[in-house]
């Protein structure tokens, strides 16, 4: 893939190389307009000043020309030519640098006074421009009598006498050469010029990119243990802002993560070691003294039960990996919220009733609700077991519930004399417990997270709110 540099190199140039060229060419086109007007209007100017050494006398018309006044017109490289005819065909003069040849005349010939141009083959085969014009000789006898005012107007009073034609060719070719000239320089000229511009680019995307490479020099000096740097948005430019804001945003999101996965390694090595060490030493205990069969038995017992602490932590693990992953499936049903309620609760009452807790419902029999009945199982005892370990003994579980348009609300509050607003935003992170030293083995910190997990799953808002009565609460609320 090309780099944003050289995308920028080639468009930038063909942009400029394009707008060069059509500039080059308009401005050679109106150049050579121009000259070719100008031409023209020399070529008509000498042909009106033929016209008025023309003159006529009693049905006779001659030039009165002197050779050495327009010696251009004799015979040599480079000369010119013209002719004049009166209107019956006949020739009145003609240049000597045309010898006894014709040059070619308009056929539907023009209007008095009003000339014609054209490209042409001169005589000698050079390439030319011709100009006719039609027009009435001058008078000589009339003015010398004084009837008609002399005036050097190529087109003097009409008299008897029928206009003649008269045609100019000159060369073209130091028109042609001119012109061809000026091509050959502009097209050098935007050669040069982009020459020029393509340095100039890349000297311009080198110091406007700098800041981009000077990004990229910064993110490749990051790496995990670097995550807690930041960017600096203030010596960036303004196209780069929103990147470099995004960049910083990423990086704090992937500190948190790193974090996050270094607590969690810490946590589960730490949930583990307890259980693990308490394994080793049941069984070196049992090793010590294999003949005692009751405390082997005792032994065997105890290992079991760290067995099935391990097999709940690595169960709940499993869960919240196949949560995240997508890997299981949501099977609707409509069920009464009253009657999952009991059953979750059933299943924990015994431990509840040992520390003396209690659940008070508010929760009508008829709410119905579509959801997964076993994922929302998991998630109400997962609830109620939070509730019922770290609620003070004798304490009251409260759970209410209600309809809220097409889903429902519900509600799991309980006292509690430990948590702080601040523990809020972490109650749902795993293995994450009040109590730094985890002195309650019975938990390893995984219920609320599963919860969270689950009701991802099964599109339900779960929030965790701190009363100023000192009351935890969990609330649920699904979509319907």
Not at 420 to 437: G, M, Q, Y
Request: glycine share 8%; with cysteine.
């Amino acid at each position: 893939m090309r780099s944003l540099r050289g995308r920028l190199t080639v468009w930038l140039l063909a942009g400029a190389g394009l707008l060069l060229v059509l500039g080059a060419l308009a401005l050679a086109r109106l150049t050579a307009v121009r000259l070719q007007r100008e031409f023209d209007e020399a070529l008509v100017t000498k042909a009106r000043s033929l016209a008025t050494l023309t003159e006529q006398e009693e049905g006779r018309v001659w030039l009165e020309l002197a050779d050495e006044i327009m010696p251009e017109f004799e015979k040599g490289p480079g000369s010119e030519y013209f002719q004049i005819w009166r209107a019956d065909g006949g020739v009145v003069a003609r240049s000597r640098s045309l010898g006894n040849r014709d040059l070619p005349r308009w056929q539907g010939g023009t209007r008095l006074d009003q000339p014609l141009l054209r490209d042409g083959r001169l005589p000698d085969g050079r390439p030319g421009r011709v100009a006719e014009i039609r027009f009435h000789p001058r008078d000589e006898e009339a003015e010398s009598d004084g009837r008609i005012e002399a005036a050097p107007s190529p087109s003097p009073p009409v008299s008897h006498v029928p206009p003649v034609t008269l045609v100019l060719a000159r060369s073209r070719e130091p028109l042609d050469s001119f012109i061809s000239f000026l091509r050959a320089i502009l097209a050098g000229f935007v050669l040069v010029l982009l020459a020029g511009l393509a340095v100039l680019v890349r000297l311009s995307l080198a110091v406007g990119l700098a800041p981009v490479d000077r990004l990229a020099a910064r993110l490749r000096e990051l790496d995990a243990e670097s995550l807690d740097q930041r960017l600096d948005a203030a010596e960036t430019p303004t196209e780069l802002a929103p990147v470099v804001e995004h960049l910083n945003g990423l990086l704090e999101r992937l500190q948190g993560s790193f974090a996050r996965e270094r607590t969690f390694s810490a946590n589960l090595a730490h949930e583990f070691r307890t259980p693990l060490a308490e394994l080793r030493t049941l069984a070196e205990v049992a090793l010590r003294w294999p003949d005692d069969a009751a405390a082997t038995a005792e032994s065997l017992a105890d290992i079991h039960a760290v067995g099935l602490q391990m097999e709940s932590i690595v169960v709940d693990l499993l869960d919240l990996a196949r949560c995240e992953g997508g890997l299981h499936v949501v099977r609707s049903g409509e069920l009464a919220l009253g009657d999952a309620v009991e059953e979750c609760w059933g299943k924990i009452e015994e431990k509840a009733a040992a520390r003396g807790i209690s659940l008070v419902r508010e929760i009508s029999p008829q709410l119905l609700v579509t959801t997964d009945r076993e994922k929302l199982d998991r998630i109400l005892i997962n609830v109620f077991s939070n509730a019922v370990a770290y609620s003070p003994a004798g304490s009251e579980v409260r759970c209410a519930a209600c309809p809220a348009g097409s889903g429902f609300f519900l509600s799991v509050s309980n006292p509690t004399d430990s948590l702080e607003a601040d523990d809020l935003s972490r109650v749902f992170d795993r293995f994450w417990r009040k109590d730094p030293a985890r002195t309650e083995s019975g938990h390893a910190g995984l219920g609320l997270s599963l919860v969270a997990a689950f009701c991802a799953l099964l599109g339900i808002h779960v929030e965790a709110r701190l009363s100023s009565g000192r009351v935890f609460e969990i609330r649920l609320q699904g979509a319907g």
